[in-house]
Nanobody, 114 residues
Framework: QVQLVESGGGLVQPGGSLRLSCAASGSIFSPGTMGWYRQAPGKQRDLVAIISSGGSTYYADSVKGRFTISRDNTKNTVYLQMNSLKPEDTAVYYC????????WGKGTLVTVSS
């Protein structure tokens, strides 16, 4: 009964920026931990960044200094600001929330190419 709606994906040139958003709705009784993961073709789904209900963050080494995760608990929304994008960042990006159980969005494609 929990739905995650993502937006913001698309095509961007190397060095460019994108901002992803994901709003959670439904039977959510606590803020929980929210995060972003990505999956490139032929690879497994990997952690990008997570943020706790209190605002603590963790980033994969590959995105440190370039990506910023944030959240708005009043909207049950998590954001991912992506700067200095590289072709290696090309992937389907998934948001999730862990609040008792874990729920996933459908994914949004980010393509970094000139």
């Amino acid at each position: 009964q929990v739905q995650l709606v993502e937006s913001g994906g698309g095509l961007v040139q190397p060095g460019g920026s994108l901002r992803l958003s994901c709003a959670a709705s439904g039977s959510i009784f606590s803020p929980g931990t929210m995060g972003w993961y990505r999956q490139a073709p032929g690879k497994q789904r990997d952690l990008v960044a997570i943020i706790s209900s209190g605002g603590s963050t963790y980033y994969a080494d590959s995105v440190k200094g370039r990506f910023t995760i944030s959240r708005d608990n009043t909207k049950n929304t998590v954001y991912l600001q992506m700067n200095s994008l590289k072709p290696e960042d090309t992937a389907v990006y998934y948001c999730n929330i862990r609040s008792g159980m874990t729920y996933w969005g459908k994914g949004t494609l980010v393509t970094v190419s000139s």
